[in-house]
């Protein structure tokens, strides 16, 4: 291990690479220096920064107002000498092998009889201790970094949620200071700027214990762990993400836990496309600090915004899924979004084309000389009225291509429709493949209910077409643009 001056406290010395703490002076006030006999009264001191810690005196003062359960809401530095050891590195888990943290007692000085509890905390850099590295010893003089709690009436670490900053001269490798992560928090929660894994992290972890954000965030990553692809009972998903897709065990502010969060467009997930490791993606909503020790996504109050595939899995979203897409620009899991029913009024292949009436991608309905297809957009819950729909069409190929415009009357179980359901205007022939068809539709809807907007391939000649900018009006209403 590198033997470093805490930079922040011997910049002048920070060059240099040490053997022996021996050799170096301290960068913090040693509690062991005093030339006298008497004990010492330690005054409370420090503000829980790295370049302040706060004395034992100070942390139990401070810590002291919380209830049974509570934490403090941020993270400290606090300082103090080894005065009693419960469990060393080495002490062995349920399992046979050793947990890889200690639990120690700090206090001001040797002779104070006022102690802190640091309950399993980790080594250096927030890492598990490993054989032939230093143990703990009384007398020896500390900083530890993570959160305080009251458990039970005592104040003390939470379990697993502080570190070693500093040990008798010794700091870790990246020489102590702000918390380390493998990978610097970046983003400001924003669209533009999205919240990496470890600016999530700290940014929930801010919270206080079990508290949700106020506001909403943007949190980018790439998928390094799944624990539940597809819950069956809840509709939605468990996984990290982290800033390169390594799951990383020994330092958990490099990678941000998205719990219990919805899908696309904010709706639940089915047993369709899912998720896997390696994909890229975006989620979007309230995070908090679970317990004061889990930074993650509140559940149920966030959702995947933007979702690509890894590598061979090709792109899976385009454009903002919170649009109506009557554009097309939108496109999730290669299909465009909000255009597919939940009953048998989407027949059709749809693929994406880049020859656009406007904007950068159309719709390509795929059509059949055996039987009409149809492209047909989400349920809608529409008034008794009059509605207009305006789109434009032009066909794949130079044999032209037919089309009805209409609606069907969708079931409020969802379920096949029939015949009947289905209600259409007159075809449009001849579409041209040189230029965009402006097509015009008005009907009536005489009762209030839930309906699905579509247009049929007719299946003579049944050739491809491609479609762009519909919008669907009633009077100066736009519901479809």
């Known amino acids: 291990m590198k033997k470093i001056l805490y930079s922040v406290f011997a910049i002048a010395m920070a060059a240099f690479t040490f053997t022996s703490c021996e050799d170096v002076p301290s960068p913090y006030d040693d509690p062991n220096d005093n030339p006298s006999d008497e004990p010492i009264v330690i005054e409370p001191s420090g503000d829980g920064t790295a370049e302040s810690p706060y004395n034992v005196a100070r942390i139990l003062e401070l810590a002291g107002a919380l209830e049974s359960g509570e934490d403090l ?22 399992s046979g092998t050793p947990y890889g943290n200690a639990t120690f007692t700090i206090a001001d000085n040797e002779d104070s009889n006022t102690t802190f509890l640091v309950y399993r905390a980790n080594y250096f850099d ?8 230093d143990i703990l010893e009384f007398g020896d003089s500390v900083v530890v970094y993570g959160t305080v709690t009251n458990y039970n009436g005592t104040i003390e670490t939470d379990q697993n949620n502080a570190y070693l900053v500093y040990l008798n001269g010794q700091t870790g490798e990246g020489g102590g200071g702000d918390e380390p992560t493998p990978g610097q928090p970046e983003g400001d929660g924003t669209l533009e700027n999205p919240f990496n894994a470890p600016a999530a992290y700290q940014y929930a972890a801010a919270l ?47 990678q941000f836990y998205v719990y219990a969060s919805n899908y696309l467009n904010n709706e639940k997930y089915t047993s369709g496309d899912l998720l896997n490791v390696g994909d890229e993606v975006v989620v979007y909503g309230k995070v908090t600090n679970y317990r004061g020790n889990t930074p993650e996504t509140a559940m149920n109050q966030s959702y995947l915004y933007s979702w690509t595939k890894g590598e061979g899995g090709g792109s899976q979203d385009v454009g903002d899924p919170n649009a109506l897409n009557g554009d097309f620009e939108c496109w999730i899991g290669g299909q465009p979004n909000n255009w597919k029913s939940a009953n048998s009024a989407s027949n059709a292949t749809l693929t994406q084309s880049t020859d656009a009436h406007s904007g950068t991608y159309s719709v390509c309905v795929g059509g059949s000389s055996s039987a009409n297809k149809r492209l047909a ?19 794949l190929t ?20 029939s015949g009947d359901d289905y209600k ?7 579409i041209p493949n040189t230029e965009w068809m402006k ?11 839930i309906y699905n907007v579509l247009m049929m391939n007719a299946k003579n000649p049944g050739n491809d077409f491609l479609v762009d900018d519909f919008k669907l009006t009633t009077g100066s209403t736009v519901i479809i643009e």
């Open 73 to 94: 809401p941020s993270k400290v530095y606090i300082t103090g000498v080894v005065v009693g050891i419960e469990e060393n590195y080495n002490s062995l888990g349920p």
């Open 126 to 133: 927030n890492k598990k201790w490993q054989e032939g590295q």
């Open 377 to 395: 957009y989400k349920e809608l819950e529409l008034k008794a009225g009059e509605y207009t729909m305006e789109f434009y069409v032009k066909a």
């Open 208 to 254: 206080g214990a079990d508290e949700v954000s106020e506001n909403e965030v943007y949190i980018k990553g790439i998928i390094s762990q799944i624990r539940n692809n597809y819950n069956s009972n809840y509709k939605t998903a468990d996984y990290y993400i982290s800033v390169d897709g390594t799951f990383d065990s020994e330092n958990s502010g490099n």
């Open 439 to 449: 097509v015009t539709y008005t009907f009536t809807i005489d009762a209030d209910g």
């Open 398 to 417: 130079s044999e032209g291509a037919s089309l009805r415009p209409g609606y069907a009357i969708a079931h409020e179980d969802g379920s096949s429709l």
């Open 424 to 430: 259409y205007g007159d075809y449009v022939n001849d």
